[in-house]
């Protein structure tokens, strides 16, 4: 880990933020931490670091999962799946977030010595070293939280363990050597520094004078004007008091799942923080119409469904590079599994069975409609092309051209935007791409997990039930109606698998499934099925892939490099 933050105190990133002749320059042209902690722009810049690292929807994880294979022959994710996975090998590995840890605590120390001067005016001074503050702790937790998932786990002892949780700066000749706290204390850690933000951030930027957050309004000689000089929307893309709440409940029911404390109490928090903001955007009703294909419009990336998201970045077209079919001047990458493709219901809402009308040989007619939007399928137009993976299908045909073509007979369109066009001569029409961070239509799959957990389909917390949830993901997908299939769910076992498989199309190749599989305690070995039209017939190819997870996978590894060095780090059984 001290290789992690040996340059910390390099910060010549921000050199260009300020003019260059109001610092004297030192060794090497570098500004030490004294320069930084006495300028506002400087030290706010430490923060920014913990902006950087945050886990968006571009992953492609699932390659390691029953969702996809990746046809890249030595794709890390690949790797893992085909039984590499080791303490030394793990792309999958979060344990670098804690740069980020440290980042933020530097900047903590820096609030805590009170000597930056934000703005003359005390109170608008006051009012950001509370934001700043409180900005820092939701960004320590939520790093924590990243290392949390990709590491916790039984250790070689036997015991549930978590994390090291660091809440301060370690200097480079420090004591790194600390043990891991045991799985609850890390969440109960990581919950105290998420409690600490919300009585510091503001629920929301660009808050009218009536919505303004009692820790603020109550402040001594309150100043609307001064507020928004602190607050406005102009610092939307921050972490606020709303994303706190939302993460909170990302990390309760993460906690509470099988493989974890398998706990009432956490799945009661999940609910309870997940209800309380989906009743500010009106239950069930502010479910996003477009939040389907949110990626997919220029008007749409800025839709109601982006709890969090990054800036709008520039017209580009790398994703669509990669994943496009090959017809398109694509390079194939994820092909999504008929595995995935057969979790998706028919159109009534029934699962998609022969008893329930789903005909092999006909095997995308009246299917649910979301199949279509997130499956190139064969016959389909996409990408300026037709793509035909079967006979005749020339390079999009399945295993055509080798790390390029299909192997399962899919290509992937979820993430993808399809006006998008890339030229023979590997020129491209780009567009606009976002990086999204939490998606409403997440918060409103953890709350309906937890509120059935709690007491079943039609447990109300919050006034909200899981059947009230899925009913209306279920509308917005397409799924006729009256969805007789979600009416004849009356027990907690039945709802709990809908939810599952509809988490699982819903939040798909978002980077989801690797860590709902483990969380849920459900196998990661499911042999990866193609479907190839041989010219005649539909044909399942019942091994694509064949996964080789060790039975102890379910929980990651800490990187070995770092278990050697530290005699204190006990690792999770079996690596």
Not at 16 to 38: H, K, Q, W, Y
Not at 147 to 171: C, D, N, R, V, W
Not at 322 to 329: A, E, H
Request: glycine residues 8%; charged residues 20%.
């Amino acid at each position: 880990m001290k290789n992690l933050i040996k340059y910390i105190l390099i910060v010549l990133v921000f050199s260009g933020m300020i003019a260059c002749d109001t610092l004297e320059p030192i060794d090497e042209n570098r500004l030490g931490f004294d320069d930084v902690s006495a300028n506002p722009n400087l030290a706010e810049g430490i923060l920014l670091n913990g902006y950087s690292g945050l886990v968006n929807q571009y992953s492609f994880s699932e390659a390691a999962t029953d969702d996809a294979v990746n046809n890249i022959l030595d794709n890390n994710y690949k790797r893992m799946a085909l039984g590499e996975l080791s303490a030394q090998f793990n792309p999958a590995s979060r344990w670098n977030s804690f740069e980020r840890v440290f980042w933020v605590n530097r900047f903590l120390e820096i609030i805590d010595a009170r000597e930056i001067e934000w703005s003359r005016d005390t109170l608008t001074n006051k009012m950001f070293y509370m934001r700043l503050e409180g900005e820092a702790l939701a960004l320590r937790g939520l790093h924590h939280f990243y290392a949390l998932q990709a590491h916790a786990g039984i250790g070689t002892s036997g015991e549930l363990l978590g994390i090291p949780y660091f809440t301060e700066f370690i200097e480079p000749d420090g004591n790194f050597n600390v043990p891991r706290l045991s799985f609850e204390a890390s969440v109960q850690a990581i919950m105290a520094d998420f409690d600490e933000a919300l009585t510091l951030l503001p629920t929301d930027y660009g808050l009218s004078q009536g919505q303004v957050d009692e820790w603020y309004s109550d402040l001594e000689d309150f100043d609307y004007v001064k507020y928004q000089v602190v607050n406005d929307n102009f610092f939307d893309l921050r972490i606020s008091g709303r994303i706190v709440k939302a993460l909170k409940a990302r990390l309760a029911l993460f906690a509470a799942s099988p493989s974890f404390l398998n706990s009432q109490g956490y799945y009661n928090l999940a609910a309870n923080n997940a209800a309380e903001i989906l009743n500010t955007i009106g239950g069930v009703a502010g479910l996003d119409p477009n939040g389907l294909e949110f990626y997919a419009s220029d008007d749409n990336l800025v839709s109601s469904e982006m709890l969090w998201r990054s800036s709008l970045g520039g017209n580009t077209s790398n994703y669509e590079k990669r994943m496009f079919p090959p017809s398109v001047n694509g390079n194939g990458e994820i092909n999504p599994t008929h595995n995935f493709v057969m979790a998706f219901p028919m159109q009534d809402g029934n699962p998609a069975t022969e008893a329930n009308g789903f005909d092999p040989q006909n095997p995308y007619a009246n299917r649910d409609p979301r199949l279509e939007k997130y499956v190139v399928l064969n016959g389909a137009s996409f990408g300026g092309g037709t793509i035909n993976t079967g006979v005749g299908g020339g390079n999009d045909r399945l295993d055509s051209i080798p790390q390029q073509s299909t192997t399962t007979g899919y290509y992937l369109k979820k993430l993808l935007r399809p006006d998008v066009r890339i030229n023979n001569d590997n020129t491209a029409t780009g567009k606009i791409h976002v990086d999204v961070y939490f998606r409403y239509t997440e918060l409103f799959l953890i709350f309906a997990e937890a509120a059935n957990e709690i007491g079943g389909p039609d447990h109300q917390v919050g006034g909200i039930t899981a059947r009230d949830v899925i009913a209306a993901i279920r509308d917005r997908a397409g799924i006729a109606q009256p969805d007789n299939y979600l009416a004849s769910i009356t027990t907690m076992e039945e709802m709990r698998e809908l939810i599952r498989n509809e988490r699982r199309i819903e939040l798909s190749f978002e980077g989801h499934r690797f860590w709902d599989l483990r969380r849920w305690g459900l196998s990661l070995n499911e042999t990866a099925k193609g479907y190839f039209f041989d010219g005649s017939n539909y044909v399942e190819l019942p091994s694509v892939e064949i996964r080789n997870y060790q039975p102890f996978a379910t929980y990651m590894p800490i990187p070995n490099a770092e278990t050697v060095k530290f005699s204190e780090l006990e690792q999770n059984n079996g690596w």
